[in-house]
């Protein structure tokens, strides 16, 4: 079935994630990845965001108050992105993430971004990554976008911090 291609300024909004503990989430959301308190509802739910706007994360404990992480291999939510606007902004991420001692499951250069993937408190997956510049995308020969998935040199990426 044909359908007209969604509108190209379309984008994806909010993540509102099931936690188990909603302090232990504030604490990963806030403490450790920097991201604003906007409003908060008692001891049940939070949201949070960067830049002032009204939220880019919504924690609740509602379903889920002291609930278990989702079983391995069953169906839900893989990751959700992060996308950082600098690779320097990205890479004072990942040292957040080091200072804090929290480990990685992966790093990946994918020709048109550089991501990170890790696990929240409640093992929902992450990724934090920022996009290269449109005109700097890996292209094949007719033109089409030719993504991969290589190491990421971490070292590289951490070098920002230094170099500014």
């Known amino acids: 079935m044909k359908t007209e291609s969604i509108h190209p300024g379309t984008t994806i909004g909010h993540v509102h994630l099931k936690v188990a503990n909603l302090e232990r989430s504030l604490d990963f959301y806030q403490g450790v990845l920097?991201?604003?308190?906007?409003?908060?509802?008692?001891?049940?739910?939070?949201?949070?965001?960067?830049?002032?706007?009204?939220?880019?994360?919504?924690?609740?404990?509602?379903?889920?108050?002291?609930?278990?992480?989702?079983?391995?291999?069953?169906?839900?939510?893989?990751?959700?992105?992060?996308?950082?606007?600098?690779?320097?902004?990205?890479?004072?991420?990942?040292?957040?993430?080091?200072?804090?001692?929290?480990?990685?499951?992966?790093?990946?250069?994918?020709?048109?971004?550089?991501?990170i993937y890790l696990r929240d408190p409640d093992q929902n997956g992450l990724e934090l990554y920022w996009d290269r510049p449109k005109e700097d995308w890996p292209r094949d020969k007719d033109g089409g976008l030719a993504m991969y998935t290589a190491p990421l040199d971490l070292r590289s990426l951490m070098s920002v911090l230094q170099d500014g």
């Open 34 to 115: 920097g991201f604003e308190l906007t409003q908060r509802f008692g001891s049940d739910a939070a949201f949070v965001s960067a830049g002032g706007y009204h939220h880019q994360i919504g924690l609740n404990c509602w379903e889920s108050k002291s609930g278990p992480a989702p079983s391995f291999g069953t169906t839900g939510l893989y990751h959700f992105a992060i996308l950082y606007p600098t690779r320097a902004a990205l890479a004072d991420a990942v040292k957040r993430l080091q200072d804090a001692k929290i480990p990685l499951d992966g790093a990946a250069d994918h020709g048109v971004s550089e991501a």
